[in-house]
């Protein structure tokens, strides 16, 4: 499976973006995809997941500001996030999980928020 992400960009703070990740390849083995983040000197951390069934999950930070939403026709998953703050710079990655267990990881997007 490719990932790849789109979407990132600099922002204000209290603004918006939406975070696009087009799959391709071996989609039959996706379970689910997701997002995570990465700050600088911190850990990667996840965001939001959305099964092939559409449960959803999100980090306790992203509940009620970013929705995680598919489009299996465009074999896309968007991370729409509003209300954002400093706290939400980040690289953010895409993610598919697979049926036998592996991950597949996008290359990254940077999304910087200024105050």
């Known amino acids: 499976v490719q990932l790849v992400e789109s979407g990132g960009g600099l922002v204000q703070a209290g603004g918006s973006l939406r975070l696009s990740c087009v799959a391709s390849?071996?989609?039959?083995?996706?379970?689910?995809m997701g997002w995570y983040r990465q700050a600088p000197g911190k850990q990667r951390e996840l965001v939001a997941v959305?099964?092939?069934?559409?449960?959803?999950v999100y980090a306790d930070s992203a509940k009620g500001r970013f929705t995680i939403s598919r489009d299996n026709a465009k074999n896309t998953v968007y991370l729409q996030m509003n209300s954002l703050n400093n706290e939400d710079t980040a690289v953010y990655y895409c993610a598919a999980m697979s049926v036998a267990g592996g991950t597949a990881w996008g290359q990254g997007t940077q999304v910087t928020v200024s105050s």
């Open positions: 390849g071996s989609i039959f083995s996706i379970n689910a």
């Open positions: 959305i099964t092939r069934g559409n449960s959803t």
